[in-house]
């Protein structure tokens, strides 16, 4: 009851409101640019002000994406005012990237749709704010859903692609453990709403850039198994992004190779972009919590997906993941 009272909460701040923000989380997914996307053409069908902002540019395979050429990577100098924030797909003002502060800092109020653990920024924002945070919703793009249907607005075509890409893309293509009965009920709602299965599907798994494929296969050369096959790691380097040419928003999905050899039930993908920044993202089959075991660096996410930011040496930020994973999977064993 609460989740709903928060949801109409947060309805009644997007129809009152006239002008609007909305960023998703940095290195932008399928479900984090598919919700700004698509609530941002709900908005501004119904003649609102509307700024789609994303840290950087989307990946190749979301270029698709309706009204995606409206993203935009910096911040106008005009923005200020009265201007609702939408922080979409993320909670906390870090996830937002570089400019994270500032956009938090000159909203007059702001909106959280997220399906990500954490308890949001609303205790701190000075101005009026509603958070609504689902854990157990598939992806964003569900959430904005519901809110739409809430508001008893329009589903479009354009918005339909827009959500069903964050529905497919959050699920693995309905393979994760967050798909249900209620996951594919929503991808019929969408379907019938004019998305297309196939030509989504095809953007989103099959059209890789050269770059991303040859980034792939050296990240693959470094694929190690450890505590008997149970936790697998990957590492990127600089040197590996600048041989092929590739941007890190490209290996959101190098982790699932780690994942899928048998009987691992821990991966991870280290990845150093820049010298000293390291990004670490961890995926788990069954029972070991990886949002646990990246908030013990900082970081968070689901029971299955997580991941945290650090800086330092990614060999040695290696061995730390590696020694705790051991930890984390004696603790289920005994």
């Known amino acids: 009851m609460k989740l709903e009272r928060s949801l109409q909460e947060a309805a009644e701040f997007i129809a009152r409101g006239n002008s609007f923000v909305l960023a998703g989380h940095e290195r932008p997914d399928g479900d984090a640019a598919g919700s700004v996307l698509g609530l941002g053409r709900a908005l501004s069908s119904r003649g609102k002000d509307v700024f789609l902002f994303a840290s950087e540019e989307i ?44 956009l938090v800092g000159g909203a007059a109020s702001l909106v959280i749709l997220d399906h990500h653990l954490g308890g949001g920024i609303c205790p701190e924002f000075p101005g009026p704010c509603v958070s609504v945070i689902d854990t157990g919703a598939c992806a964003t793009a569900e959430i904005c859903l519901r809110l739409l249907k809430g508001l008893q607005w329009e589903i479009s075509r ?24 209620r996951t594919f009920q929503i ?51 600089p040197e590996m992004f600048a041989i092929c040419g590739a941007r890190e928003v490209e290996t959101d999905d190098f982790v699932s190779y780690a994942r899928g050899i048998d009987g691992v039930e821990v991966a991870v993908l280290i990845k150093e972009v820049k010298p000293g920044h390291v990004s670490v993202s961890l995926r788990s089959k069954h029972f070991v919590n990886v949002a646990e075991l990246a908030g013990r660096f900082g970081g968070g996410g689901h029971f299955n997906a997580a991941g945290f930011k ?17 930890e984390f999977l004696l603790e289920k064993a005994s």
């Open 59 to 102: 990946s190749h395979s979301l270029a698709f994406l309706p009204g995606s050429s409206m993203l935009r990577t910096r911040l106008p100098e005009n923005l200020a005012g009265e201007y609702t924030l939408v922080m979409l797909d993320c909670n906390e003002v870090s996830r937002l990237g570089n400019l994270g502060e500032q």
């Open 158 to 181: 354009e918005i339909a692609t827009c959500f069903y890409t964050g529905v497919l893309t959050d699920t693995g293509g309905f393979r994760y453990s967050n798909t249900s009965a």
């Open 310 to 326: 650090t800086a330092g040496d990614p060999w040695k930020v290696k061995e730390e993941v590696l020694a705790l994973a051991g």
């Open 187 to 237: 991808a019929r709602e969408l379907v019938m709403a004019g998305a297309d299965p196939y030509e989504i599907a095809l953007s989103c798994f099959e059209s890789k850039p050269l770059s991303k494929l040859k980034l792939l296969g050296l990240a693959l050369e470094t694929l190690e198994v450890f505590y008997d096959g149970r936790v697998s790691v990957m590492v990127l380097t």
